[in-house]
């Protein structure tokens, strides 16, 4: 437990699964909430001259268009093209800042390691330093980004608009000003579970990737080639000529598709979804839970998905 989920802890919430803040009561499913912990996720910052270089050569987005005011989406991917981790990009103090799920933070850096050793750049120590919330509701008397992928300094960090069919924020804060934050909202009741931000993510296929589903998937399976998170002119970049040769010659057989879901507790990301044969014909990649037994899933089909199929552990998928 990180000193973020003991502060938590000590306000009494319990943690769900994922070590996120679970709200009780009528905000568990609410859509109205201004804050939700998103401390499963985690931030990378990138210190030295040739930090920008450097991530111009393993991101899949065009970095030279990151600027203090403009955040960008993009992915790391492997060799073979798969993406490793998404990330969305944004630069504080000149220094380029990444935010992707905490589960990919150790193996990504290790797998960059051996290339940092050739760059005059090197991963800022974190030591939790910060904590990432969702802001559903601008805070009373406070100016946050309007236009999507806007970014701009906030509370000793950064406030990013993300994807979503409502305005809504990503937060990297450092860690008393997430106290501050989240104490004040919980005053007002303005708190959610981050459920409420997972349904926000299947809402805007916005396809988050974790240790589960790492190194799966090319970029347009996720949807991140919509979501302009893919530059197709910029140079080269780890995996680039795999990604660019299926959009070219379309050559992917699977797709990003949102599905409802029903069971006893929520599927994970990762699972298979098996048809009537047992075969795998969808994996999760995002679910949100909207009630006891049911909610949404961001998956991955392929061409000869049946309408509905289940997991090994008996949830029942429907797909469109």
């Known amino acids: 437990m990180n000193r973020w989920q003991r502060f938590l802890s000590d306000h009494g919430h319990a943690l769900d699964a994922r070590g996120r803040a679970h709200v009780s009561g009528g905000a568990q499913h609410s859509r109205a909430g201004a804050c939700v912990d998103l401390g499963d996720y985690d931030v990378?910052?990138?210190?030295?001259?040739?930090?920008h270089a450097f991530l111009?050569?393993?991101l899949t987005c065009d970095v030279d268009a990151l600027a203090s005011d403009r955040a960008l989406l993009g992915a790391f991917c492997n060799l073979q093209g798969r993406v490793v981790a998404d990330v969305v990009l944004a630069s504080s103090d000149?220094?380029?800042?990444m935010s992707?799920?905490?589960?990919?933070?150790?193996?990504?850096?290790?797998?960059?390691?051996?290339?940092?050793?050739?760059?005059?750049?090197?991963?800022?120590?974190?030591?939790d330093a910060y904590v990432t919330l969702g802001l559903l509701a601008q805070p009373i008397?406070?100016?946050?980004?309007?236009?999507?992928?806007?970014?701009?300094?906030?509370?000793?960090?950064?406030a990013i608009r993300v994807p979503g069919e409502r305005a809504r924020w990503l937060?990297?804060?450092?860690?008393?000003?997430?106290?501050?934050?989240?104490?004040?909202?919980?005053?007002?009741?303005?708190?959610?579970?981050?459920?409420?931000?997972?349904?926000?993510?299947?809402?805007?296929?916005?396809?988050?990737?974790?240790?589960?589903?790492?190194?799966?998937?090319?970029?347009?399976?996720?949807?991140?080639?919509?979501?302009?998170?893919?530059?197709?002119?910029?140079g080269c970049y780890l995996g680039q000529e795999i990604v660019a040769r299926a959009q070219h010659l379309g050559e992917v057989k699977r797709r990003l598709a949102r599905a409802a879901w029903r069971g006893a507790g929520a599927p994970n990301a990762g699972d298979a979804v098996l048809d009537g044969r047992g075969r795998s014909v969808a994996t999760v990649v995002v679910a949100a839970?909207?009630?006891?037994?049911?909610g949404a899933a961001l998956t991955v089909?392929?061409?000869s998905t049946p309408a509905s199929a289940s997991t090994a552990s008996g949830i029942t998928f429907a797909f469109p």
């Open 171 to 234: 937060a990297i804060v450092p860690f008393d000003a997430a106290c501050a934050i989240w104490t004040s909202a919980a005053s007002d009741g303005r708190i959610a579970n981050a459920a409420t931000w997972d349904l926000a993510d299947v809402d805007a296929k916005w396809a988050r990737v974790c240790a589960a589903t790492s190194e799966a998937f090319l970029p347009q399976m996720l949807g991140l080639t919509d979501l302009d998170a893919v530059s197709f002119t910029k």
């Open 289 to 294: 839970q909207t009630a006891d037994d049911a």
């Open 44 to 51: 990378l910052i990138l210190d030295g001259k040739d930090a």
């Open 94 to 97: 000149s220094a380029p800042w």
């Open 100 to 127: 992707l799920h905490g589960s990919l933070v150790a193996p990504l850096k290790a797998s960059l390691a051996k290339y940092l050793q050739f760059s005059r750049s090197k991963f800022r120590a974190s030591d």
């Open 56 to 58: 111009q050569g393993y």
């Open 141 to 158: 008397g406070e100016r946050l980004p309007a236009a999507l992928l806007e970014s701009m300094p906030y509370r000793g960090g950064v």
């Open 301 to 303: 089909i392929g061409a």
